[in-house]
């Protein structure tokens, strides 16, 4: 066939991920393709991969180009639903409540954002009825979101002038000349990251009084089209106020005031406060337990949440209070490999509560308690199979400790000895934001830590972290958070500076995901995020941190206590 120059087609085709081909007039949005099989999928599309990269729905398609759309069920989407939701709620609330300033704090877990209202109005539901229904309006009108890019210097005025100064001190450390803000009816801010295209895509949402604030509900991945029934977390809601009064202490409430302090020269400062901060939460947690004479202490807590070096540092306040713990392992009580559960994939489900000898594990506690000497079993990891271990017998007096996922399941002891242990809950709940409406993602934070971690201890590229992290995080939610408010106290993990230390050394890792991984997308989505924060040095670290566990060098890693 000769080959010739031609006029280009008025249309343009777009390949779709399950095979089928759509085709429209070039230059069309992929949002209008995609409107003819959107009743196809399993959630409402809010965004659409195209060609490796994510787009917005304004996306406009100019050549031949292959689409996989973005629903609301996934991670993208859900993140794109509630960062639109968030912009649609501080318009309406800016218009309603001028006098008055909303800050998005923290996640809830049964899918929503607690939000703090300060300045001249007292919140009750009379105002929060009425901020529901003019959000609801703007729903129902389906105006647009405008995208904008604008230059940062014009950005820092127009925030400046309206009163953001932690959106303009953030902006006056980014290295890029531009900044993309979104208006509605005129009124701009920055949302980091993508957005649904209109109001009308955000109808799935409720506004709930509660604690001096609110939480904005929307929903969860898994059921992405209905709301849960709000539950009642007081002890994570007291674990964040905590974060939230060190971060009074510091003066460092988002990432602005934090990369100004770095510039300022106060690093030092602020890592050694955060430190003493923590190391005075971990000696009230051990002044508790000997208190309490609690003879069992459970340690649990999502991946990379630090349990670790929290439970040795647990330890050794215990310790220096005349307590000597006995760590037993839960992983010596794994039933033999080839009685393991299996998970919806047919493999082994190691992190089911089944998977542990629950019997043998009980009539051990009680032997070891009782003053009685215990051969203990112990898990073969290449074999499968459970052997025989070590015999233990306790002095008098002296608690045992178990740290492991299934520590706030009431199942793993059993109930008559519920009196006698001590719950710890250990997670990274993070409450410096990017700015009052960007939240920083506790999630990421960890994600961030394992990336590292992984890729010194293990020798795991960033693309193979991420393509397990799903995975992790389904345990988590199965396994780990529907027991979390069973806990005694609940640690904070999450250290003020940490993403400043972390992003040295998580940046070169997340570069080297190649273009056509399927984990790019979420690598890119870091690498923004980890933009926004200035380099701190690691030297100035102390030994026993929390971030030693991630970075390296921790001095506690070969920490045991003794078993004589």
Not at 15 to 29: C, E, F, M, T
Not at 249 to 266: C, M, P, Q, S, Y
Not at 446 to 459: K, N, P, Q
Not at 534 to 545: E, K, Q, R, V, Y
Request: aromatic share 10%; with cysteine; glycine share 6%.
């Amino acid at each position: 066939m000769p080959i010739k120059i031609v006029q280009p087609n008025k249309n343009v085709e777009l390949h779709l991920s399950d095979g089928r081909v759509l085709s429209g007039l070039r230059g069309a949005q992929v949002g209008d393709f995609l409107q003819m099989v959107k009743n196809d999928f399993s959630a409402p599309i809010v965004a659409a991969i195209i060609n490796n990269e994510i787009h917005e729905l304004t996306y406009k398609i100019e050549t031949e180009s292959h689409c996989t759309p973005v629903t609301m069920d996934t991670a993208d989407g859900a993140r794109i639903y509630r960062r639109s939701l968030i912009f649609l709620l501080e318009i309406v609330f800016a218009n309603l409540f001028p006098k008055s300033k909303l800050t998005i704090d923290h996640s809830v877990s049964s899918g929503g954002f607690y939000c703090q209202v300060t300045g001249d109005i007292i919140l009750t539901r009379k105002e929060l009825d009425l901020l529901k229904v003019h959000m609801k309006k703007f729903v129902d009108k389906n105006q647009s979101f405008e995208r904008k890019q604008i230059p940062v210097q014009e950005a820092i005025q127009y925030f400046t002038q309206l009163g953001y100064e932690d959106k303009a001190r953030l902006f006056s450390h980014r290295h890029k000349d531009y900044v993309t803000l979104y208006s509605l009816n005129d009124q701009m801010d920055y949302m980091h990251g993508y957005m649904v295209p209109s109001t009308g895509y955000l109808r799935w949402f409720d506004l709930n009084l509660i604690n001096g604030g609110f939480t904005i509900q929307f929903p969860r991945r898994h059921a992405p089209m209905q709301l849960e029934p709000m539950g009642d977390y007081p002890k994570l809601l007291s674990a964040f106020r905590q974060y939230g009064n060190w971060l009074t202490h510091l003066a460092i409430d988002n990432v602005g005031a934090l990369n100004d302090a770095i510039e300022a020269g106060r690093a030092d400062e602020i890592v050694l406060v955060s430190e003493a901060l923590h190391e005075q939460n971990v000696a009230d947690i051990a002044q508790q337990i000997a208190q309490k004479n609690s003879r069992i202490i459970l340690i649990a807590g999502p991946s990379s949440s630090g349990k670790t070096t929290s439970s040795r540092r647990l330890a050794i306040q215990l310790l220096a209070r005349g307590v000597s713990p006995y760590p037993l392992e839960l992983d010596n009580y794994f039933i033999d490999r080839e009685k393991t559960p299996l998970g919806e994939d047919g493999k082994p489900d190691f992190e089911n509560l089944e998977a542990l000898n629950l019997t043998r594990l009980a009539q051990d506690i009680e032997k070891i308690l009782g003053g009685e000497k215990v051969q203990m079993p112990r898990y073969n990891f290449k074999s499968g199979m459970s052997e025989i271990g070590e015999t233990v017998q306790l002095k008098d007096g002296q608690p045992l400790i178990l740290e492991g996922i299934h520590g706030m399941n009431p199942r793993l002891i059993p109930a008559h000895l519920t009196d006698a242990a001590f719950r710890v809950y250990v997670s990274a709940l993070t409450q410096l934001n990017l700015d009052r409406h960007n939240r920083v993602s506790t999630t990421d934070t960890r994600l961030i830590r394992r990336i590292v971690r992984d890729a010194r201890e293990r020798g795991y590229s960033a693309t193979q972290t991420i393509s397990r992290w799903e995975s992790v995080r389904r345990g988590e939610k199965r396994h780990i958070f529907p027991y979390q408010e069973n806990a005694d106290v609940m640690f904070n993990s999450a250290l003020v500076y940490e993403l400043s230390a972390l992003k040295a050394f998580a940046e070169p890792l997340l570069r080297q995901v190649q273009y056509r991984a399927p984990e790019y997308i979420e690598a890119r989505r870091l690498l923004a995020f980890l933009e926004w924060f200035l380099p701190l040095d690691m030297n100035l670290i102390p030994a026993n941190s929390i971030v030693r566990e991630f970075l390296g060098d921790s001095g506690l890693k070969d920490f045991k206590i003794w078993r004589g």
